[in-house]
C-alpha cells in the first residue's frame, strides 16, 4: 500500500508531466485511478490502480482531484487519476441584445437551476451542470421553455468539474 498526502502536479496543465506521461505510456509504466466526480471531492480515500497498486489518499482539508492528476511517479510509474464522464445539462445562451431580456434570461435560468442545488461551470455564455438522469433535461427544458428564443439547452456526457459553488 502506498499512501500519499499530496497531487504531484497534473497533466492537463504540465507540459514536463504531460511529456513524461507520453513516454512512460509507450513503455507500459503508468496505471490510471478511476474516480467519479463526487468521490474525487474526497480528502481521504483509499483505491486500487488498474494494475492492482493499493493507494490510501490522505490529502489537506480543501483539496481537491481533477482529472489528470497525478498521484505517484517514478522512473519506473506514474499513476494518473481519471475522472469518469458524467451527463450533464448544457444551457446555451443566445446573444441577447436588449437588456431586459438578457436580465430576465439570466435570473429565470438562475432561479430553476439553484432549485435543483447542482454545482455549476459556467463559460461564457454556456452554463454546464451534472444531471442525475436523461430525464431531468426534459424537465430544465419545461422550466426554461418561455426561454426558447434565447437560449438552447442540451445535453451530453464529459468528466464535469465545477466552477461556481464547487
Known amino acids: 500500500m502506498i499512501k500519499l498526502d499530496k497531487i504531484i502536479g497534473n ?5 514536463n508531466l504531460k511529456s513524461m506521461h507520453e513516454e512512460l505510456i509507450k513503455l507500459g509504466k503508468t496505471e490510471t485511478v478511476t474516480f467519479g466526480r463526487v ?20 490529502l489537506s482539508e480543501g483539496s481537491r482531484i481533477r482529472d ?6 517514478t522512473q519506473e510509474k506514474m499513476i494518473v487519476i ?6 450533464v445539462a448544457i444551457i446555451q445562451i443566445h446573444k441577447i441584445l436588449i437588456r431586459d431580456q438578457m436580465i430576465r434570461t439570466s435570473v429565470t435560468i438562475g432561479h430553476a437551476i439553484g432549485n435543483l442545488h447542482r454545482p455549476l461551470k ?10 442525475q438522469d436523461p430525464s431531468e433535461l426534459t424537465l430544465i427544458e419545461k422550466l426554461l421553455s418561455p426561454l426558447k428564443e434565447h437560449i438552447e439547452v442540451r445535453s451530453d456526457n464529459i468528466v464535469f468539474e ?4 464547487s
Open 11 to 15: 497533466i492537463k496543465i504540465d507540459h
Open 82 to 87: 481519471q475522472i469518469v464522464p458524467e451527463p
Open 122 to 131: 459556467i463559460e461564457g455564455d454556456t452554463i454546464t451542470f451534472p444531471i
Open 39 to 58: 468521490e474525487s471531492e474526497r480528502t481521504r480515500i483509499r483505491k486500487m490502480s488498474n494494475k492492482g497498486t493499493d493507494l490510501v489518499l490522505i
Open 68 to 73: 489528470g492528476d497525478v498521484l505517484f511517479l
Open 162 to 165: 465545477a466552477n461556481m459553488g
